[in-house]
């Protein structure tokens, strides 16, 4: 990093800077949703943007994408174990357990333990997505903790 963080900022416009999409991405990134069963949703965060954003790039209504965007995709289309990891995501995230008894609590955190493995296991390919979820997470963690340790929660 350079005086004032000009690294950090030149770093952070280059990915948001336009790219086209081309037409073999688009029909890419549509077989592989499709293949997968993906709703556009789910497509959408695996690669960390707003589903109607990943419709529209689908549907060919905008001809854009950020440089961020463009490398979360081919990361994506490149990981050899994302049907593995999509797999273990759908089937932790079909039931939640009533939380109301000791039990129910259990079951759902190994459900949220289980589910965030999957999650860093699929950002493995994507380092600019791996940061932004460790960011994120930790944020959690420390949002809780001072909660916690103010006496808010006993």
């Known amino acids: 990093m350079t005086k004032n963080g000009r690294k950090d900022r030149d770093d952070e416009t280059r990915l948001n800077r336009r790219v ?4 073999e991405m688009r029909s890419s990134l549509s ?3 499709r293949a997968r ?5 789910r497509m959408a965060f695996l690669l960390d943007v707003n589903w109607s954003t990943y419709r529209k790039w689908e549907l060919r209504q905008t001809g ?3 440089r961020k965007s463009e490398l979360n995709a081919k990361s994506l289309l490149e990981g050899g174990d994302a049907d593995a990891l999509i797999a273990e995501l759908n089937e932790t995230g079909r039931s939640v357990p009533p939380a109301d008894t000791e039990a129910g609590m ?4 190994e459900r949220l333990l289980m589910l965030t493995k999957a999650m860093w296991r699929l950002c493995r390919h994507a380092p600019i997505l791996r ?4 960011r994120r997470l930790e944020a959690s ?3 809780l903790i001072r909660v916690m340790s103010e006496g808010e929660i006993s």
């Open 20 to 23: 086209a999409i081309t037409e």
């Open 31 to 33: 077989a592989w949703r």
């Open 141 to 143: 963690l420390d949002g």
């Open 131 to 134: 940061e932004r979820f460790l």
């Open 64 to 66: 854009w994408y950020s």
């Open 106 to 109: 259990e079951r759902r955190m």
């Open 37 to 41: 069963r993906l709703s556009f949703a």
